[in-house]
């Protein structure tokens, strides 16, 4: 694949992204005051900077587990086609869980995986969200904590990749296709 085809726009600056990550790990702290614990899922490969900014926010104790799941490939959109490729190594049943996203788009992915997880009987079930594109939803989904409300943009950095690539930018930047001519 080329890819020098495309530039990369800033969106959200790494500033604001950490502020933001830090507000919402005080209103999460908040919600589960009186949790013995908290079981935090990251879904990867995007979530894995922005999990790692919360869980170190959260001023109570953590449990972090992982769920890689597949739904774009190398594409900029969606197949809608859902795949488990790596499950939760621990048990969550009885126990409060809040699974961290790095965008919810679609819904089609975010819906799965909330279904999977309801059906081995948590305490409780949240979901925390950096990005949300609420223009793109064909699945109702439930999101309790949204870092960003962004248009339909693509989008990379901050963990969230365009092809394997630009995971590693600090900040959050719209993929813009380069004029082929």
């Known amino acids: 694949m080329d890819h020098s085809n495309y530039a990369i726009d800033e969106m959200i600056s790494a500033k604001s992204i950490a502020a ?19 079981v935090v899922v990251g879904l990867l490969r995007g979530s894995f900077v922005f999990i790692a900014d919360l869980v170190r926010e959260l001023k109570m104790p953590v449990e972090v587990d992982f769920l890689e799941v597949s ?29 961290v996203e790095d965008i919810v788009d679609t819904g089609h992915t975010m ?31 439930d ?21 394997q690539r630009n995971r590693n930018l600090p900040f959050i930047g719209k993929v813009r296709l380069s004029d082929p001519s």
């Open 143 to 163: 999101v309790r904590w949204i870092g960003f409300e962004i248009p339909d943009e693509f989008v990379v950095g901050y963990g969230i990749d365009y092809a």
């Open 71 to 99: 739904s774009y490939g190398d594409a900029m959109t969606s197949s809608r086609e859902v795949r488990i490729l790596k499950d939760l190594r621990g048990e969550i049943n009885g126990l409060d869980v809040l699974l």
């Open 20 to 38: 933001r990550v830090e507000a919402l790990a005080k209103e999460i702290t908040a919600n589960y005051n009186d949790a013995d614990k908290l």
């Open 111 to 141: 819906h799965h995986v909330q279904a999977l997880l309801k059906s081995r009987e948590p305490r409780s079930l949240e979901v925390c969200a950096l990005l949300d594109k609420p223009s793109r939803r064909e699945v109702e989904v």
